[in-house]
């Protein structure tokens, strides 16, 4: 037999950012009410569906970071084989 789902209530006090416990309270409660299913199916839906959004928006950050991490490669070199050839030229011309 389940008990009440007010049980639940110093927990959630507790860790109010939890939303494994509020789906868990949400879960006692409707299945009180006898409509345990439903809520499961929902909250697989939904859990499967913030899965999907957070590798897409992982896999959608990769190519800007492959492009910055290049960029900075070639300021350095850039930067470096600059600097060479000035140091170069600029002897020369005080010879």
Known sequence: MLKPANLFQPALERHP???LVRHILLSLNRAVGG???????????TLEKQQEFSSKVGG????????????????????????????????????
């Open 17 to 19: 950012n939890g939303c």
């Open 35 to 45: 409509v345990l299913d439903a809520v499961l199916l929902r909250l697989s839906d």
């Open 60 to 95: 959608a950050l990769i190519y800007p970071i492959i492009v910055t991490v290049g960029m900075i490669i070639v300021v350095f070199m850039y930067d470096d084989f600059c600097c060479a050839a000035l140091i170069i030229t600029l002897r020369r011309f005080q010879c």
